[in-house]
């Protein structure tokens, strides 16, 4: 298959900010990390500072896969919000662990500046805590915390190492809401106990993903989201992959702005865009020209619904199994069968 506008955006170097001088975005793909956003100097319909510093969405999220659990962790912000989520599935049980906190308005989230130098995302209370200490320079992130509810509890301290190139990339969510999203496929060694057993075997391979999320999403937004981490045969061989396929709802530009796209062993390539059908428990995703055909079957999941006065949110958080295929640049053909996956389907009022 040849390479075509809709499904090959190449990456470009990473300027020195995100937000520049005069107060634009830079929107497209690029090649590394971001050192400065400086979203605070961005003219979001020349609202003063501590007013757009209410309306920024941040967050950074682990999402690891080992043995037959799948753990998303994640540190949330957004303007005076912050909470944490811990929710393990255990795909041998179909059982959903949730250990999170939704005290929207008590112990402030924390959030890197940028994934470089040690820089920390982490949010701690009496009951959980968690914790990511960045350095993409090196290739590496580590990732500790706790957790407990009535009934159990987990603690971990995951030692994250980079495998491929990176999805950077800056999409006009509106003509005025700007969003960053970096997402890192990563192999997975070191310890989570649940309920002081260990989960995790370092003489498998196990793999993770991080995503560090920030920008100005409009009052009302969403998106659907899927993504899975395994290994997969090609040629008769055995390569690392992963996909990560999002539709933004308030996308302006989806053909050219989008975070679609695949891990193959060291190297990321886009995709294009895609939209999730669902019936029932079975989500269809695929694209205009067949180039990816996923299906996802959802086995269970984790729901939050909130409807305070101005704020919304509607949130669902599914566990299962991918099996499909997606088309490579060279007209190979990446398959997949009842592989452990992840997705979501996100609404928000804020």
């Known amino acids: 298959m040849k390479d075509n506008k809709f499904y090959k955006r190449q990456p470009v170097k990473t300027p020195d900010s995100l937000i520049n001088k005069d107060k634009s975005c830079n929107y497209g793909t690029f090649k590394s990390q971001f050192k400065n956003f400086n979203f605070q100097n961005y003219k979001l319909f020349n609202l003063p500072k501590f007013i757009k510093k209410h309306r920024l969405t941040r967050w950074e999220v682990v999402e690891a896969s080992f043995g037959s659990y799948v753990f998303l962790g994640v540190v949330y912000k957004v303007g005076v919000l912050s909470f944490n989520m811990f929710i393990l599935y255990d795909d041998l049980e179909n059982k959903v662990y949730n250990f999170g906190t939704e005290n929207l308005f008590i112990k402030k989230s924390k959030i890197a500046k940028s994934l470089l130098n040690k820089e920390i995302s982490e949010k701690s209370s009496r009951k959980d805590s968690i914790k990511f200490i960045n350095e993409f320079e090196k290739g590496y992130c580590k990732v500790l915390g706790h957790a407990k509810n009535k009934k159990e509890s987990i603690s971990f301290e995951l030692d994250l190492e980079v495998i491929s190139e990176p999805s950077i990339v800056s999409i006009p969510l509106t003509k005025n809401n ?88 060291d190297k990321y390539h886009s995709l294009p865009v895609v939209k999730f059908y669902r019936e029932n428990d079975i989500w269809t995703i695929k694209d205009e020209k067949n180039i990816v055909n996923i299906t996802f079957k959802v086995k269970n999941n984790h729901l939050i619904y909130k409807n305070l006065l101005l704020l919304k949110i509607d949130y669902l958080l599914a566990f299962g199994t991918v099996s499909g295929y997606i088309n490579t640049y060279s007209g190979e053909v990446i398959t997949f069968k009842d592989t452990l996956a992840l997705g979501e389907k996100r609404f928000t009022k804020l």
């Open 178 to 265: 700007p969003l960053y999203t970096e997402k890192d496929l990563m192999s997975l060694k070191g310890t989570f106990k649940l309920n002081g057993k260990e989960l995790v075997n370092d003489s498998e391979i196990n793999y993770a993903i991080i995503d560090d999320h920030r920008g100005y999403y409009p009052r009302k937004s969403g998106y659907d989201w899927l993504t899975t981490m395994s290994k997969v045969e090609l040629n008769n061989k055995t390569y690392d992959f992963g996909f990560n396929l999002t539709y933004f709802y308030k996308n302006i530009n989806q053909d050219v702005y989008n975070e679609n796209g695949y891990w193959l062993n």
